[in-house]
Nanobody
């Protein structure tokens, strides 16, 4: 099970930190991806982190603004979002991929994930 939290309403230029709390499986064996879906748009991949955290991947639209991290001891993955823009408004989902190794996130957008969360709403507006 994955449960996202930390979403909310924030002004442009603001920051939020999303959390993805996991349970029911061993997080150490999974890469974790963050995705988002805006109204009327397809779901897009935002970021991914490998099981050990030794490699990450980001969508071009969020590079330099978002940072993914994980704490396997706390069974939690984070997405720190800074300098938020109105176009970041979306429902954000985390997903777990049963795959280990440095290259697990290389093609994260096209993978079939094993578990998905229910999502948390992020709204960037003045």
């Amino acid at each position: 099970q994955l449960v996202e939290s930390g979403g909310g309403l924030v002004q442009p230029g603001g920051s939020l930190r999303l959390s993805c709390a996991t349970s029911g499986f061993t997080l150490d064996y999974y890469a974790i991806g963050w995705f988002r879906q805006a109204p009327g748009k397809e779901r897009e991949g935002v970021s991914c982190i490998t099981d050990s955290g030794d490699s990450t991947n980001y969508a071009d639209s969020v590079k330099g603004r978002f940072t993914i991290s994980r704490d396997n001891a706390k069974n939690t993955v984070y997405l720190q979002m800074t300098n938020l823009k109105p176009e970041d408004t979306a429902i954000y989902y985390c997903a777990a991929l049963f795959r280990r190794g440095y290259y697990a996130c290389e093609a994260y957008r096209g993978e079939t994930y094993d578990y998905w969360g229910q999502g948390t709403q992020v709204t960037v507006s003045s």
